[in-house]
């Protein structure tokens, strides 16, 4: 059986990991390398830092940032988020380390430049980012940029259809942070059950993760502020849920070695 997948979240905001509630408040981690090192550590199956104050400020990505964390010598493959704007953004994150980049305002802005990445790279290393909300009316995404929600764009729909991408990470933006917050219904309400989903916001319990797994759709959960609270964290993920496909956590098995240098 294919394994799914358990992705370790790292939100830097301002140079720094942060704590992220709702993207509205945060509070200080430390240096994103740090708690990228320490994830690669533990066991996590992908690692994903988002940059989010990237887009809203038309930066462009860190790749400062990317360039540090290419130097690690990871063994968890890494994902990066963050004011993509365009095919030549994409190629030199992927130069710097990134073995899959995240889309988000590019997906609004130029989806010429997703198909253009898509092409470069491959659709495997486009994943495409949607913030998304349950309202009366239907599912609605968030743009950070105009603080609007609106439908999910034809256009987004019909990319991700067409296999420019390989994953879409929905993210549950109003319950970000949020223990246990994630809504279900995002994932069942979402239109294209055939793309795969990579799913994060407020996902916190065993049980909640186990619930999203069963989901034929759902190829990755993603855990943020809920792996910074305890040093074994994905372990006792792991642990928790030995009848998911999941891979087994690496962490005990690298400290009993290097204990024993």
């Known amino acids: 059986m294919l394994k799914k997948r358990l992705v370790g979240i790292v939100t830097v905001k301002n140079g720094w990991a942060v704590q992220s509630f709702g993207y509205r408040r945060y509070l200080p981690l430390g240096k994103p390398e740090c708690l990228v090192e320490n994830l690669d550590r533990w066991g996590v199956d992908e690692i994903l830092v988002q940059v989010i104050d990237r887009s809203a400020f038309c930066l462009g990505p860190d790749f400062s940032l990317m360039g540090r964390l290419g130097t690690l010598g990871l063994e968890t493959p890494l994902l990066y988020a963050g004011g993509i704007r365009s095919v030549s953004d994409g190629v030199k994150l992927a130069q710097l380390g990134a073995d899959r980049v995240i889309v988000d305002a590019l997906l609004r802005e130029d989806l010429t430049s997703v198909k253009g990445l898509s092409e470069r790279l491959g659709a495997q290393a486009i994943i495409a980012s949607l913030p998304l909300a349950v309202q009366d009316d239907g599912l609605k995404c968030f743009d ?33 942070g949020m223990p246990g917050g994630f809504e279900q219904k995002l994932v069942e309400d979402f239109p294209l059950p055939d793309v795969p989903v990579i799913a994060f916001g407020g996902i916190s319990e065993p049980e909640q993760i186990r619930l999203l797994l069963q989901s034929p759709s759902v190829v990755a959960v993603g855990v943020g502020n809920f792996l910074s609270y305890r040093e074994h964290a994905v372990q006792n993920y792991k642990d928790a849920l030995t009848d998911m496909p999941l891979r087994h956590a690496t962490y005990e098995t690298a400290f009993s070695l290097r204990s024993n240098d």
């Open 144 to 176: 950070y940029r105009s603080q609007t929600s609106i439908p999910i764009p034809d256009g987004t729909l019909e990319i991700m259809q067409s296999g420019v991408v390989s994953e879409v990470l929905i993210t549950d933006w109003q319950h970000e």
